[in-house]
């Protein structure tokens, strides 16, 4: 129940929030700052120093609001998974599939969303019990790739990563993905301390999903 639980909350939060930032520091003032404009997934990527203290720190914080999800981003290995776990992580995400993260995110109920290109990683990321694939990089593979997948596997459930804005946000959503990831294109007023402009541009994507979500 814990993996459905977590998968459903993902599903509801509609954006998850790619943070890359300097200092543990940062990356959780950044998370603050995206959680504040209304998007509650959060994935703290692991090229963050010290990724699993502020991964601890933000589920810590936010425990009582069922509305945030706090996982690990940029995991290649089944160490890193199992220490993101440990330090309060609900969902774990890679560039690409690694089969041992994936054996090892089925042990503890969390879900795990690797990145994927072709049809042949995304069917054995299926095998692998994976439910949600990270179509990775989305600025390279494009709304059509979400269409063409779908047509041989259905019932598949896409994360673009890369290159989703607010403009094109409805494309990815007609084209049939469970949700979209956002990096810098939603975090880049914090390269110059502008906490308050990342705010500002959660809210537009959150603004952006209900309308999407409100249309169909």
């Known amino acids: 129940m814990q993996k459905i639980e977590y998968l459903t909350r993902l599903t509801n939060a509609g954006v998850v929030a790619v943070i890359r930032a300097d200092t543990a520091e940062e990356a959780v003032k950044l998370s603050?700052?995206?959680?504040?404009?209304?998007?509650?997934?959060?994935?703290?990527t692991f090229t963050v120093p010290h990724a699993d203290v502020a991964i601890a720190t933000l589920t810590e914080k936010y425990a009582d609001d069922d509305t945030v999800i706090i996982g690990a981003?940029?995991?290649?290995?089944?160490?890193?998974a199992r220490l993101a776990?440990?330090?309060?992580?609900?969902?774990?995400?890679?560039?690409?599939?690694?089969?041992?993260?994936?054996?090892?995110?089925n042990l503890y109920a969390v879900p795990y969303t690797p990145g994927c290109m072709t049809p042949t990683e995304i069917q054995q990321a299926l095998e692998a019990g994976v439910d949600l694939v990270k179509l990775f990089?989305?600025?390279?593979?494009?709304?059509?790739m979400v269409k063409a997948a779908k047509a041989p596997f259905p019932y598949l459930s896409i994360m673009p990563t890369g290159g989703v804005s607010v403009e094109n946000m409805a494309d990815w959503f007609k084209a049939g993905v469970t949700c979209v990831g956002a990096g810098s294109n939603l975090t880049a007023a914090a390269s110059t301390g502008d906490y308050a402009g990342v705010t500002k541009t959660a809210r537009a994507y959150h603004q952006k999903l209900v309308e999407i979500r409100r249309a169909n």
Do not use: K, M, Q, R
Not at 85 to 105: D, M, Y
Not at 137 to 144: H, K, N
């Open 73 to 80: 981003g940029t995991v290649l290995d089944p160490v890193t």
């Open 137 to 144: 990089p989305g600025s390279v593979a494009g709304p059509g």
């Open 85 to 105: 776990i440990i330090n309060g992580a609900e969902f774990i995400v890679s560039p690409s599939f690694n089969p041992a993260v994936a054996t090892l995110c």
């Open 32 to 44: 603050d700052a995206v959680i504040e404009g209304g998007v509650t997934a959060i994935e703290l």
